[in-house]
């Protein structure tokens, strides 16, 4: 055994970076809420980016671990402690057999991230690990975790520094990605149906705060503020829709899909949120500002290409120290 759910959390499921090639069955990709910190806590233990963790939502798991584990915490600030120890985020940490890692309150953020060197031990559906809840499979037995599962996990390390320690934090950590925006603000272009929009509802959209509503999950994110109005009556042809897409409803309010959204959707798409800015807009909590800045398909990639970059320099940096803090 590995690591065991003392007490289980409100939404704690295993994720990876989502089940592609599919869509077209019905079946979306599903994935880790905000991809940049799954991608991060994974290379900090010198993992591939996709291996699958577990991705917490507050209140989160009390997880028991039973044997030594190299693990990292991403993500949203859920006050992580080890055996009533504080530790923090980003932070690469060698854990001791037998302690406890427990969330005592929610800081900031929505989504937060638990890898362990070399991945879980689980079985993929559809070349992927995530959980996909609405057709349970995926993930662990295509559920939420509970109290009582078992994680299994093969990498186990003797280490010196464990012997007086229930846990050694290793001499780095990760930087947060500057995605080139005020805190409040997302990029987006401009979708499909944009043209939908009256003139001044085009305004509204840019010009005013919109907020998170309290019934937002991983489907999506209702957004509460100056409602839009549509020009155009007529009803449209479901057409596909993915992670970030901004829709207008008929009442005239927005929702963007999250990732475990339909793949169609018969809702004018007015906007899509830019690659490099779907985990900014993850960690959004209810009753948090959003506003809208309109941004060209040349900024979007740039943006993108400059995450990919950040990564590389994370793993590599990540490897190097690794290999010589281990020799």
């Avoid at 930087?175 to 043209?195: K, R, T």
């Avoid at 009256?198 to 509204?204: I, L, V």
């Avoid at 993915?242 to 169609?264: K, R, W």
Wanted: glycine content about 8%.
């Amino acid at each position: 055994m590995s690591l065991k759910i003392l007490k289980a959390g409100i939404l704690d499921t295993i994720q990876d970076e989502g089940r592609f090639g599919y869509q077209h069955l019905g079946i979306n990709p599903g994935g880790a809420m905000d991809l940049l910190a799954m991608q991060t806590a994974n290379l900090l233990v010198a993992n591939e980016m996709n291996k699958p963790v577990i991705e917490f939502f507050y209140p989160a798991a009390e997880i028991f671990f039973e044997k030594n584990a190299l693990i990292a915490i991403t993500g949203a600030n859920f006050s992580p402690t080890l055996n009533g120890h504080r530790i923090k985020n980003g932070v690469p940490l060698m854990v001791k057999k037998k302690s406890v890692l427990a969330f005592s309150k929610k800081k900031n953020g929505q989504c937060c991230y638990l890898t362990v060197q070399g991945g879980f031990n689980l079985l993929p559906w559809l070349n992927s690990n995530s959980t996909n809840l609405k057709a349970m499979a995926g993930g662990y037995e295509g559920r939420k975790l509970m109290k009582g599962d078992i994680l299994e996990f093969d990498a186990d390390f003797k280490n010196e520094r464990l012997k007086k320690n229930d846990f050694y934090k290793l001499p780095w950590r990760s930087v947060c990605f500057n995605n080139e925006s005020a805190e409040d603000e997302i990029f987006v272009i401009p979708g499909n149906e944009w043209d939908y929009l009256t003139a001044q509802s085009k305004k509204n959209f840019t010009n005013k705060k919109f907020l998170t509503d309290v019934s937002s999950d991983r489907m999506g994110y209702r957004l509460k503020g100056e409602n839009l109005v549509s020009a155009n009556k007529e009803e449209l042809i479901s057409s596909a829709v993915n992670f970030g897409t901004i829709q207008l409803l008929p009442n005239g309010e927005l929702i963007v899909l999250m990732a475990d959204s339909q793949t169609t959707g018969g809702y004018p798409r007015v906007a899509h949120i830019i690659s490099a800015h779907l985990s900014k807009l993850s960690q959004k909590q209810p009753g948090s500002t959003i506003k809208f800045t309109i941004v060209n398909q040349q900024t979007a990639e740039n943006l993108f290409v400059k995450q990919q970059l950040h990564l590389q320099q994370l793993k590599n940096g990540c490897n190097f120290r690794l290999q010589q803090f281990f020799k």
